[in-house]
Every structure is written in C-alpha cells, then in structure tokens.
C-alpha cells in the first residue's frame, strides 16, 4: 500500500523559499502523476501543480510564477518550491497521487499524505 | 477556473438519517466530479470517484449521483463516524478545483 510523507520547515519567513519533500514509500514513484495541494482557513483546498515521473509538469496558473515542482526517481522522491512567501502561503501542504481509470481521463486524488503545516512570519 | 459551489455549509442530522449534499459546477464537466471526506486533524480519503464509482473500502452507504453541473452525495443511515467535512472536486481541467465543503455533525 503505498503511503506519501511530506517533509520539510514548518515555518518560513516572509520573502523566502518553501521548500517540501514528499517521500513515497509501499511503490514506485514511476507511472503515476504526483501532486501538491494545499489547505487554508481563508481559500480551502488549492490544487497547486503536478509532476509526472518523466519530469512533465502542470500549475495552477494563480501559483505559477512562483511554483517548481520537481522529481527524483531514484529517491522516490518529489519535491516543491514556492518562492517569495507571503503571510497569504500560511497553510497545510498535502502531497497526493493521481488515480485514474485505466485507458480513461477520468482521475482522483488518492492517497494523500498526511499534511505538514506551513507559517509564514518574521 | 471552474467554480465548485456546495450547499449546504454545514448540516446537523441524527444517527440513522439520510443526508445529502449537493456540488454545483460553473460549467459542464461530464462525470468528471469526485468526492472526499475530512475528519478533523487528517487528510482528507476519496470516497467517491467518476460522481458514482464507489471507492474500494468505502462503506454502501455512500453514495454518488449526476452529471454535467449538478451533482449530490448522499449517506444513508448516518453513523457517528461520519462526522466529517465533505468536499468535491473536478478532475475536468487544470487547475483542479474543489468545493468550499460541507460540515456534517450528529445531532
């Protein structure tokens, strides 16, 4: 069964770089999409980007300047920066896999880590 | 982006009810619609894929419905386990987009 374990600062001033890690552990990080998403009081769940194993990526517009997500596969290991943080960044960050029907668009989320909480202050 | 609007908020229900919860997309997205639980403190787990497709594990009495804007879950007899908040999600178009969510809580 395979289990995703962010890991990285809970907290990080403002201005400066995010930088989490999400370790997957039970299977192989290849064939499959791997995303961020985040957790806020204020803005809900926020679909922030996806890597696939070959290193192809997709963000959400609204974070895309700011945003890289990257993988390394012999770590089994993906990872994301999110640069010049900003009290609005304060969240909860999952790191999840995508889940389609085989041969269909259809997808889902599943599983999820469990969270690791993100404060951005001086 | 496509806008998820979920009614209601929050709902208050007894042991043994009936619940449901609506999702409403801004545009049509097919059967593209999936739905989650979060228990406090947890991420949240799928329970419903496809807007029908009942994920492996989940108990029957969650089910799913709809298709193209408008879409609902429903629990039958509700259990003190499923207090929880409810979300739904498309999976249509980037960026993927949810619902503000739906607080169920036991009477």
């Known amino acids: 069964q395979v289990q995703l374990q962010e890991s990285g600062p809970g907290l990080v001033k403002p201005s400066e770089t995010l930088s989490l890690t999400c370790t997957v552990s039970?299977?192989?990080?290849?064939?499959?999409?791997w995303n961020w998403i985040r957790q806020s009081p204020g803005k809900g769940l926020e679909w922030i980007g996806y890597?696939?194993?070959?290193?192809?990526?997709n963000y959400n517009p609204s974070l895309q300047s700011r945003v890289t997500i990257s993988v390394d596969t012999s770590k089994n290991q993906f990872s994301l920066q999110l640069r010049s943080m900003t009290a609005a960044d304060t969240a909860v960050y999952f790191c999840a896999r995508t889940e389609t029907v085989p041969g269909h668009h259809l997808s889902w989320i599943d599983p999820w880590g469990q969270g690791t909480p993100v404060i951005v202050s001086s | 982006d496509i806008q998820m609007t979920q009614s209601p908020t929050s709902l208050s229900a007894s042991l043994g009810d009936s619940v449901t919860i609506t999702c409403r997309a801004s545009?049509?997205?097919?059967?593209?619609l999936n739905w989650y639980q979060q228990k406090p403190g947890k991420a949240p787990k799928v329970l419903i894929y496809?807007?029908?497709g009942l994920q492996t594990g989940v108990p029957s009495r969650f089910s799913g419905s709809g298709s193209g804007t408008d879409f609902t879950l429903t629990i039958n007899s509700l259990q003190p386990e499923d207090l929880a908040t409810y979300f739904c999600?498309?999976?249509?178009?980037?960026?993927?987009?949810f619902g503000q969510g739906t607080k169920v809580e036991i009477k």
């Open positions: 890597i696939h194993y070959s290193g192809s990526t």
């Open positions: 999600q498309q999976s249509y178009t980037y960026p993927w987009t």
């Open positions: 039970g299977g192989s990080i290849r064939s499959y999409y």
């Open positions: 496809a807007a029908s």
């Open positions: 545009q049509r997205i097919s059967t593209y």
